[in-house]
């Protein structure tokens, strides 16, 4: 029942049941009245001399009556007043009570706790708004605490990659400027190696910047039509010379019709490509006397392109390979403090092709290598009917 509707029903029971009880008590008096009046009447009619002594004890007895009436609707507007308003001082005061305690756990920091109450009147609705906002405040102290979480870490592994790089850069160069590498060969193989770890270096920055971009949602696509054989051919020529200067063979094969576009951010998908081969350098294992090797195909599917990137890395074991595309998730945390990784390359890449509407997945056999698939939607002209 409604707050308003309690406060109306307490003030009509205040005023209606002692006139209900008045009027019957009335009721009741006059018929007294009635009958003693008919009581006199016969006795008069028998010829008895006792009017004055009769008049006497019926003044005697209304007053009586009168009084005993008095107090009986007196007392009976009390109770009715005292039961109405502890009705609806209880219908008002428990929920209160509950909600004062719930504010002061709220102001105290203490979220762990449950707001429960039952009815349909105002004050159960603010409860259950109450409950509602600790349930969200909750939840949002608890994505607080995650992300927190989440920016510590990266920054430590982000300070981890750029430390290294950073030192080997610095090596090499003390090198040159100490004259170690005294022979082209040696100067080549310096210069090789500060050139790849400067690039190392600008990808954790563009990477660290790009997340930033992720978790505000202001990544700045532009789409437009790409043809599929032009861009990833491209793609892979200058994947190739990055492998090259590695030591990694590149392999690359397109069988899509030289016609098929999709409608796609160039910029983005060749970050996407980046990514996925940089994750593969990062964990190839060359300890088996292999060269690496790294395998790029281009296949249509039907409505969509599908690009593949296999490598002949160590491989992910099968446990780990539903959460790799997990913001921060590692496989192996001894592997990526030596190997480094930001663990969020993955993620970037799922990211961006959802948003392009397509998905991104993988397989893996460990020792074997491990296989990257994504998809882009085809453009297909809507035909215009004349």
């Given amino acids: 029942m409604k707050l308003k509707q309690r406060i109306i029903l307490g003030f009509l029971m205040i005023i209606l049941v002692p006139m209900l009880l ?87 920091g203490n979220l762990d706790f449950v707001l429960s109450v039952e009815g349909t009147d105002e004050f159960s609705e603010l409860c259950r708004d109450f409950e509602e906002m600790r349930r969200r405040l909750k939840e949002s102290a608890e994505e607080k605490i995650v992300l927190d979480k989440e920016n510590k870490e990266l920054i430590s592994n982000i300070s981890h990659d750029l430390k290294t790089p950073i030192t080997a850069v610095k090596g090499y160069v ?81 069988y899509v019709d030289s016609d098929v576009q999709v409608i796609a951010d160039g910029e983005q998908i060749r970050r996407v490509i980046h990514n996925i081969i940089s994750n593969a350098i990062k964990y190839m294992d060359k300890a ?3 060269k690496g090797i790294i395998q790029i195909r281009v296949k249509d599917v039907g409505d969509f392109v599908q690009v593949e990137i296999e490598d002949n890395g160590k491989g992910i074991a099968a446990k780990d390979l539903p959460y790799i595309f997990d913001r ?28 392009h509407g397509g998905k991104v997945w993988a397989t893996s056999r460990e020792d074997i290598g491990t296989i990257m698939y994504f998809v882009l939607r085809k453009y297909q002209e809507v035909p215009v009917n004349e």
């Fill in 288 to 290: 088996k006397g292999m």
């Fill in 22 to 108: 008045l009027a019957a008590a009335l009721y009741g008096f006059s018929e007294a009245q009635h009958r003693n009046s008919a009581r006199n009447d016969t006795i008069q009619e028998a010829g008895y001399d006792i009017t004055i002594g009769e008049t006497d004890g019926s003044d005697l007895g209304v007053r009586i009556m009168t009084k005993d009436l008095f107090f009986t609707a007196l007392i009976i507007l009390i109770f009715t007043s005292v039961s109405v308003g502890l009705w609806i001082y209880r219908s008002v005061a428990a929920p209160l009570v509950k909600l004062r305690k719930a504010t002061q756990n709220i102001k105290d």
């Fill in 174 to 254: 003390e090198g040159i400027m100490d004259g170690v590498a005294d022979t082209p060969e040696k100067m080549d193989r310096y210069v090789r190696t500060i050139y790849n770890k400067t690039v190392e270096m600008d990808h954790l920055i563009n990477e660290l910047t790009f997340y930033s971009k992720i978790d505000t949602n202001r990544i700045p696509y532009t789409f437009s039509k790409l043809n599929v054989e032009d861009y990833f051919s491209d793609c892979a020529e200058e994947v190739g010379l990055e492998l090259e200067t590695r030591g990694i063979q590149l392999c690359y094969a397109n």
């Fill in 328 to 355: 921060f998730y590692r496989t192996d945390v001894s592997r990526n403090s030596a190997k480094g990784g930001s663990g969020i390359g993955l993620s970037i890449v799922r990211k961006i092709l959802e948003d």
